[in-house]
């Protein structure tokens, strides 16, 4: 069975900092172009950042130089490491793999951020 798991989102203030995981199984996740989104109240899923399967990555402005993606292939597993936390950045962030077509979704782990 194909799965994403995401962890590590919580309460934080402004300024701070939070890394996100998503941990796949059933695929190889170094074989897929993986992401991060995510979806703010009342609002549209966007894409935060991405990672391709060759290591490339691209970032959305709002984030660009307070976000790192990064994967750890050995294990399986997607970061995102949040810094300078900003209360717009609050919303369920969302594990995306993807490969010729085939895309998979994690269930989202939610971010808050404010004092």
């Known amino acids: 069975q194909v799965q994403l798991v995401e962890s590590g989102g919580g309460l934080v203030q402004p300024g701070g900092s939070l890394t996100l995981s998503c941990a796949a199984s059933g695929i190889i996740a170094s074989m897929y172009h993986m992401g991060w989104y995510r979806q703010a109240p009342g609002k549209q899923r966007e894409l935060v950042a991405k990672i391709r399967s060759g290591g490339s990555t691209n970032y959305a402005e709002s984030v660009k130089g307070r976000f790192t993606i990064s994967r750890a292939n050995a294990k399986n597993t997607m970061y995102l490491q949040m810094n300078s936390l900003k209360p717009e950045d609050t919303a369920v962030y969302y594990c995306?793999?993807?490969?010729?077509?085939?895309?998979?979704w994690g269930q989202g782990t939610l971010v808050t951020v404010s004092s």
């Open positions: 995306n793999a993807n490969r010729f077509g085939s895309e998979v």
